[in-house]
């Protein structure tokens, strides 16, 4: 009798140990069903580098070095995304990337203001709560962006500028430089040229370059960014767009992700990135037509030159300038590319 019962314990023990395993093995294929069907989900991204005035017949050769650091950038974004990333982390680091190429006006390699010295401005939303960070006028946090990362994640603010801005990301642990770190030697030959003739080039529309990054998540979450040294000989103290949320970035799950170059004050003053997102959400408008509508009717040429990428919750990019030209490069689950001309 006794011996029956051990058999039946036996038999009982084993059936709950096989059914438990089943139980893990069918866990097991659930996630990876999941981490699959997330691997299915649409992601997208879209870097800028500067819209503004540029010979191509004269630019030629060093056009394809843009293209060739453009590409590594968006390379660099669309792996993390195939890894999962979230989007704001995409963001910040390929917009650090961006910083330290000297190639374009954004930490290393910034323009200089009109007492020639690098005055850096940025900022970052997250589509996912619309929580953001922004800093102006920083002159040695070695990567704006990431300090506008922190402004959003780790203060009670929104904003901070100047030294105060550059104190307290000292504070907390991010790289500082010398303020001569940000000046290549091309800015301060090219700065020293224009001093000589100032008077000549008040013209703002000389003096574009900015960078920044919009991005579409494979968990639908989207985020922007945008980092600048602004337009050069600008008085110094001036803040463009480029920190300006609402102006220069924004990002709305509900809507999509924008990040602008151009002529600051008229981005300001129209609310431009704000007013893209705003056109989709309460207007109905697709992303293309209010990108549009924005920089063609609202904007012009003359009136508020430059160019804006976006990307929306469904994965739809859009890269418009009304200025001869704009360097950017895409990625998204289908296609990439990279255009300056175009
Ligand atoms: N939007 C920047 C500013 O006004 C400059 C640019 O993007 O070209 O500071």
């Not at 097991?28 to 989900?41: A, G, Q």
Request: charged share 25%; with cysteine.
């Amino acid at each position: 009798m006794k011996r029956s019962y051990k058999f039946l314990w036996y038999l009982v023990s084993f059936m709950f140990i096989t059914s438990c395993a089943q139980q893990s093995e069918t866990d097991k294929t659930i996630h990876e069903i999941t981490e699959e069907s997330s691997e299915d989900n649409k992601f997208a991204i879209v870097i800028h580098g500067g819209a503004g005035y540029r010979n191509p017949a004269t630019n030629g050769p060093e056009d394809e070095l843009y293209k060739e650091h453009l590409y590594r950038v968006v390379h660099h974004g669309e792996q993390m995304l195939k890894e999962g990333a979230k989007a704001v982390d995409v963001v910040e680091a390929c917009i650090r990337l961006l910083e330290d190429d000297s190639l374009f006006n954004a930490g290393l390699g910034a323009v200089l203001n009109a007492q020639g010295k690098a005055e850096l401005d940025a900022s970052i939303m997250n589509g996912a709560d619309r929580n953001a960070g922004a800093v102006a006028g920083v002159h040695t946090t070695r990567h704006p962006i990431s300090a506008a990362r922190m402004v959003m994640d780790s203060s009670k603010h929104v904003f901070l500028s100047g030294d105060g801005a550059d104190t307290y990301m000292s504070q907390m642990g991010l790289e500082q430089v010398e303020p001569e770190f940000f000046i290549t030697g091309k800015r301060r030959a090219w700065w020293n040229e224009q001093l000589k003739k100032r008077e000549k080039d008040e013209n703002p529309d000389n003096k574009h370059g900015t960078v920044g990054c919009a991005v579409l998540d494979r968990s639908g979450h989207l985020a922007a960014g945008t980092s600048t040294g602004g337009m050069s000989n600008k008085q110094w103290g001036r803040i463009g767009d480029s920190p300006v949320i609402g102006a220069g970035t924004y990002a709305d799950d509900k809507s999509c992700a924008v990040s602008c170059t151009g002529h600051g004050e008229y981005f300001i003053r129209n609310a431009v990135a704000y007013q893209i997102a705003a056109r989709m959400q309460f207007g109905g408008e697709q992303l293309d037509s209010a990108v549009h509508n924005v920089l063609f009717k609202v904007l012009n040429e003359k009136a508020g030159s430059g160019g804006v990428i976006a990307v929306d919750k469904d994965g739809n990019i859009s890269m418009q300038h009304n200025t001869p030209m704009m360097f950017r490069a895409w990625a998204t689950d289908v296609e990439e590319g990279v255009l300056i001309y175009e």
